[in-house]
């Protein structure tokens, strides 16, 4: 029987994956120097505390700002139900319970089976609810039933096998609501919810005549491109409000740095010759630069 | 601390209060290794696949704040890998920074392909290389041909003709049959 061009490609594709599934991989996610966002420059420490708790990376999520309050949930009893699965009784065809059915025969032990429909525990012991936080990153802890699995949002925080579990959230300014929920293997689900409140530092009141200016970035995507007319697109940050300007012997264009910080510019080099890499320039109003690289390979 | 213990009940889910975007740890952890073998496949060099995937990340790392807000942000990674890794400058540049890197230490990388399975992605890689990245998509990766459109930012049916394409040429020279997928 002949093989066909995709059970070739198949096997090729297996083999490749093989290579590199075997292989050790030396990358670490990159570093938070590599960050240039505000939101990440906060992000780091508190990964770094998190692992230090768990040894492990955990999720990071980000809780918006809710305006309505959130008041405690309540405590509430629950049950465990004992349900039996067969009926004690007497046996046909076993002559010691050829007795009149009138008899007791006590229920066997094994003859029951247990219902989990006791929902998980779950509680928060860290921030308390209510607490003014300075930081925009918070780990968040608490304790549940081993084995329960913890969510804030669709975001899973990692349980450790005592059913401590804990996950790092970013805050919003202001009142931020965050709430979990605790599920078991048999699907009961507990809900606990706290609201903390970020409160930033006070800021340094010096007065300076001189304003700091925002941190200068700019990036590159793909550095090259197969597409005709080829293109990249530019990214950083800078002065909000400020224009950002690149130009290159091919093709250039402006991009505004937005409020947050941040600008992004598509960039088409129309007459850029083939294969000839040429340098492309990216300047902010107050004359702080970057260079890339770019080439068009054609395809 | 809030305590909270009640019967299974649908637990509302307000997406106004919670949540949001994945951390870039998790993602990274996830799509690695897979846009590794993508690197790899389209490469070509065991050696500076690896560095491709993780300028790809990087790049995906600066502005995370944006892209995890994307449907797909394992989309716009392969997109950039996927450029990055057909390109020859960019490749030379990985491999140098890669085999650099590599002097000196013993550590266990990629490991060499079968002479069939590398002589096969060789044959992909000399393909026009936007068959050569949907090849590669939908074969290492598993893509669907609407995944890989989105990927390389063309349309369903372009992304199928550069499939298709790409199969043809590849039986033609390896002296089979093209197949019925896709």
């Keep these: 029987m002949s093989r066909d061009i995709d059970d070739r490609a198949r096997q090729a594709a297996t083999g490749l994956k093989q290579a590199v599934g075997s292989a050790e ?184 005549t001189v304003k700091e200016l925002a941190e200068f970035t700019a990036h590159a995507t793909f550095g090259s491109c197969s597409e005709t007319p080829p293109y990249d697109i530019y990214y950083g940050t800078g002065e909000p409000g400020s224009m950002v300007s690149i130009t290159s012997e091919y093709g250039g264009g402006t991009a505004e740095v937005g409020e947050e910080g941040g600008w992004e510019k598509k960039v088409v080099f129309e007459t850029a010759p083939p294969n000839t890499p040429f340098l492309v320039t990216i300047t902010d109003e107050s004359g702080r630069s970057a260079q890339f690289e770019f080439v068009h390979e054609p395809a | 601390m809030v305590t909270a213990g009640t019967k299974p009940e649908p637990v509302p889910r307000d997406e106004e209060l919670t949540v949001a975007y994945e951390s870039f740890e998790n993602f990274y952890q996830r799509e690695f290794r897979d846009v590794v073998g993508l690197a790899y496949a389209l490469s070509g060099s065991r050696f500076g696949a690896e560095d491709l995937a993780q300028e790809a990340f990087i790049k995906a790392h600066e502005r995370w704040d944006r892209i995890s807000g994307y449907d797909k942000p394992g989309a716009w990674v392969r997109r950039v890998v996927a450029n990055l890794a057909v390109s020859r400058f960019r490749r030379r540049s990985a491999e140098k920074k890669a085999l650099s890197r590599l002097a000196g230490e013993r550590q266990q990388g990629i490991s060499d392909l079968e002479p069939e399975d590398e002589e096969f992605w060789q044959m992909v890689r000399d393909l026009p290389k936007r068959q050569a990245q949907a090849t590669a998509l939908f074969y290492v990766e598993d893509r669907s041909v609407a995944d890989i459109a989105e990927i390389l930012e063309c349309s369903s049916s372009t992304a199928k003709v550069h499939l298709f394409r790409a199969r043809q040429a590849l039986a033609t020279k390896l002296g089979l049959e093209v197949g019925h997928e896709s």
């Design chain 1, 25 to 208: 991989l030396t990358s670490k996610p990159p570093a938070a120097a590599n960050r240039s966002r505000p939101l990440v420059a906060v992000l780091r420490p508190a990964m770094i505390v998190a692992l230090l708790l768990v040894g492990t990376a955990v999720g990071v999520a980000v809780v918006r700002d809710s305006s309505p309050p959130v008041t405690t949930i309540p405590v509430v009893p629950t049950t465990t139900a004992m349900v039996p699965t067969t009926l004690a009784g007497a046996i046909p065809n076993d002559p010691e319970s050829a007795a009149p059915t009138t008899a007791y025969v006590p229920p066997e032990p094994s003859t029951t089976v247990a219902v989990d429909v006791e929902a998980p525990l779950l509680e928060v012991t860290s921030p308390e609810d209510g607490a003014e936080l300075e930081t925009k990153t918070v780990a968040f802890e608490g304790i549940t039933e081993p084995g329960a699995r913890v969510f804030a949002g669709r975001w899973e925080a990692e349980v450790d096998s005592s059913g401590k579990w804990h996950i790092v959230l970013i805050l919003n300014d202001g009142a931020n609501v965050a709430r979990f929920t605790a599920s078991d293997a048999a699907g009961n689900e507990s809900v606990a919810s706290i609201t903390v409140h970020y409160v930033p530092g006070e800021k340094t009141t010096t007065t300076t």
